[in-house]
């Protein structure tokens, strides 16, 4: 592509097309390579430690799911607030387990008194029903750690009559519409339901052509 | 991977795709592609049957992109899906989004196991390519091109003679110090050249038919796109006038943003 100032660049691509990283990885891995990505790989490996009745962490072992009949997911500093400030208090709820991961982005620990401004992704139980598990997740889970992420979370658990709640936010800005999004009275509410989902949806469905990504969408 | 939708009435039948053809698109510059098969999905009314569930793309999930009325707008979509029509025994597979990094090869090796496993005959794979990388030969005329693995060639090679279709050209590997050896290279064609070469060497019936453009208003070029691949394949019947014969799904609207504030005037 050429630009205003006479210089060809290469432009980025929409699809995310990028032509180096296909003749990366179109070439045939060395041993040192394969070494080289293992170490990577093992470095954004997430961890999920539930905390037994002692108090002290441990590994999630390959022991029995547990039983979840009600399983509250917030992603984002916004949602993990919202429950904090309207939900979550040391009464009603126990800390039962915490994530641990490092991105480019943050790192989480395995420590399960944080602060609000931390990067943290903590479970709590409900004291009263130890079936309803809510999980706060105010860190960034990057592209290739969010199918990790789910499949250790939910691996955990048993999923017969699991009823699962995502709240997450995004910019005004991202909402596609007819009008102006400088128009629209926010912050407001849509949601996505899957079919199973019988019960009454509190604000309308989230229109086409607006989408949802990263670990809400997984 | 593939993961089918239970469908009542449909049962396994959804899942029955021997001697079926795959089209399927690569996700590559302007998402042309992308863009042809959902008119291709959209125009057939084509009925989802299933999704792949894979670690291969970025999440995302939203509601029916093909959406007609009320009623059908409130099934969930993601990533990867599966529709088919066993009337034009044709399975399609859509992508919404890209690649996750070091995933591309991980991702044909599996989608080809399931193509031998569930017996397609042949893919059919749309994609583009970057249209400033074309040489003075390609900038003159069609900036359509297709290619055939060495098992398809057999099969249809003589159509293509046929259509006066236009094969990719290959280029030199080393360009100024040795014209010789030529390779094949599809610059912005996403896992199109990786599909490609891994279907020849298992003998899949595989065909790319693909575009030079540019980032930008891919809308002209997905058109263009499907109105070759309908040249072949055949899909709807060709007319004067084609480009109003396909359907543009309700995902498409407000592809450049949103309304302006009024405001602003």
Redesign the interface.
């Given at each position: 592509?050429a630009t205003f100032f006479g210089e060809v660049v290469v432009?980025p691509?929409?699809?995310?097309?990028d032509?180096e990283?296909?003749a990366e990885?179109?070439r045939e891995e060395t041993p040192e390579d394969r070494e080289i990505?293992r170490e990577l790989e093992k470095k954004r490996e997430i961890d999920v430690l539930w905390t037994v009745k002692s108090g002290a962490s441990t590994e999630s072992t390959a022991g029995e799911p547990f039983a979840c009949s009600k399983f509250i997911v917030a992603i984002g500093h916004n949602a993990a607030a919202f429950l904090s400030s309207f939900i979550l208090d040391s009464v009603c709820w126990e800390v039962v387990g915490v994530v641990k991961l490092w991105n480019e982005w943050c790192r989480t620990s395995s420590t399960t008194t944080v602060l609000p401004t931390d990067s943290f992704c903590l479970f709590y139980r409900l004291i009263s029903d130890p079936t309803v598990l809510l999980c706060q997740c105010s860190c960034y889970v990057a592209?290739?750690q969010?199918?990790?992420w789910l499949e250790k979370v939910f691996g955990c658990m048993r999923k017969e009559g699991l009823q699962v709640t995502i709240l997450s936010t995004c910019p005004v800005a991202d909402?596609?519409?007819?009008?102006?999004?400088?128009?629209l009275p926010s912050p407001f509410l849509k949601a996505?339901?899957?079919?199973e989902f019988k019960e009454q949806v509190c604000c309308p469905?989230?229109?086409?052509?607006?989408?949802?990504?990263?670990?809400?969408?997984? | 991977m593939f993961v089918p939708c239970d469908r009542g009435g449909g049962g396994s039948a959804g899942s029955d795709f021997k001697g079926f053809t795959l089209l399927m698109p690569a996700v590559s510059v302007g998402n042309v592609g992308q863009l042809a098969i959902d008119l291709v999905i959209s125009t057939l009314d084509m009925t989802k049957v299933g999704y792949f569930y894979t670690d291969c793309l970025v999440p995302m999930v939203g509601n029916n992109p093909y959406a007609t009325a009320e009623e059908n707008s409130m099934e969930l979509s993601i990533n990867a899906e599966v529709y088919s029509l066993p009337s034009k025994k044709l399975v399609v597979l859509q992508i919404r989004s890209p690649f996750i990094k070091n995933k591309y090869r991980p991702f044909c090796q599996t989608l080809l196991s399931w193509v031998k496993s569930s017996k397609c005959a042949r893919i059919v794979l749309l994609s583009s390519s970057h249209a400033y990388q074309c040489d003075d030969e390609q900038l003159l005329g069609t900036p359509l091109r297709y290619l055939l693995t060495p098992d398809l060639e057999k099969a249809v090679g003589g159509l293509m003679q046929e259509l006066s279709w236009k094969e990719m050209e290959k280029v030199a590997a080393y360009p100024g110090i040795n014209d010789t050896e030529k390779v094949l290279h599809i610059p912005g064609g996403g896992i199109t050249k990786l599909l490609f070469t891994e279907s020849c060497s298992k003998g899949i019936q595989m065909a790319v038919l693909l575009k030079f453009c540019s980032e930008g208003d891919n809308i002209p070029d997905a058109f263009a796109l499907v109105s070759y691949l309908n040249e072949w394949l055949q899909l709807i019947k060709s007319e004067v006038n084609t480009s109003s014969q396909w359907k543009i799904p309700s995902s498409w609207r407000l592809l450049f943003g949103n309304g302006l504030p009024p405001a602003l005037f």
């Open positions: 592509m432009a691509s929409r699809a995310g097309v032509d990283e296909w990885e179109a990505r592209e290739d969010q199918f990790q909402y596609k519409t007819q009008e102006s999004t400088l128009t996505l339901k899957t079919k469905l989230l229109e086409q052509p607006n989408i949802v990504r990263d670990l809400p969408a997984a | -």
